[in-house]
């Protein structure tokens, strides 16, 4: 199966060569556990290894994610200026209102999750939706369950590797539906180490077809370097 890095090499390491090329794979956890962080860090990998991307953030500015991109080593800015990577206004035209482009970046009439398959362009490779708990409010558990599996469906014929990152309150909210859509999960959370008595940072990957995993509670940080994985041998 071909593989690509998820932006994090010692996760990679632990996927088999990085997630199931082509295929949708959901980020899950609460605020601040480093979802848009993952993002950033996943698509910033696939600009440096020459891949067309597009982002789809829907609660904060293209601006401030290049921003916070820039503060952890991940500048997207150059990828946006050579249009191999574009940001969609989702935020703007989600709560202005807004129908013009004030900036550099695009705007795209997306109502619905399957549409976003229709309108991207023929060469994009790499997708990327911060985040899809936003398409599950105010429609039915039903469609937004359709709606998933017809957009994983597409994206994963046109051959797209997609990842989705959902909020956990919209994820419980949907009875985590959205992991019986997507061909692999991950589970970002904070935890207390009974080793140390303190809170840290820990990923669950309870899924991931086609790729041997292990069960268990990985140790993360978030650097300035972005997500690092703590060494089985740190893993206290
Ligand atoms: N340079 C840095 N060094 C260490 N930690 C950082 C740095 N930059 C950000 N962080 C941490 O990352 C966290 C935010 O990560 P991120 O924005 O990816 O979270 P999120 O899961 O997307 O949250 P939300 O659900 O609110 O969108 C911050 O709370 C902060 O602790
Ligand atoms: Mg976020």
Not at 112 to 132: G, K
Not at 146 to 153: N, R
């Amino acid at each position: 199966m071909a593989r690509i890095s998820s932006g994090i090499k010692s996760l990679d390491k632990r996927l088999q060569g990085g997630f199931p090329e082509g295929e949708c794979i959901l980020i899950t956890g609460k605020p601040g556990t480093g979802k848009t962080i993952f993002g950033m860090q996943f698509l910033y990998n696939a600009c440096l290894e020459g891949k067309k991307c597009i982002m789809l953030a829907t609660e904060e500015t293209p601006e401030k994610i290049v921003e916070h991109g820039k503060a952890i080593g991940f500048d997207l800015e150059p990828f946006i200026e050579s249009k191999q990577l574009t940001m969609i206004r989702f935020f703007e035209m989600r709560v202005m209102n807004m129908k013009e482009d004030p900036g550099s970046f695009t705007f795209m009439n997306i109502d619905t999750l399957n549409n976003l398959a229709h309108i991207i362009d023929d060469d994009v490779n790499v997708i990327v939706v911060d985040n899809l708990g936003t398409f599950s409010i105010g429609v039915d558990l039903k469609t937004f369950k359709e709606e998933l599996e017809v957009l994983s469906f597409l994206l994963s014929t046109q051959k797209r590797t997609s990842l989705m990152i959902m909020d956990a309150a919209a994820h419980e909210f949907t009875h985590n539906i959205a992991e019986y859509s997507t061909y692999g999960t991950i589970k970002l959370m904070f935890k207390e180490n009974p080793y140390t008595g303190k809170m840290e940072r820990f990923m669950f990957i309870p899924k991931m077809r086609g790729t041997k995993i292990t069960l268990e509670l990985i140790n993360y940080d978030i650097t300035e370097e972005g997500i690092t994985l703590f060494s089985p041998k740190m893993n206290r």
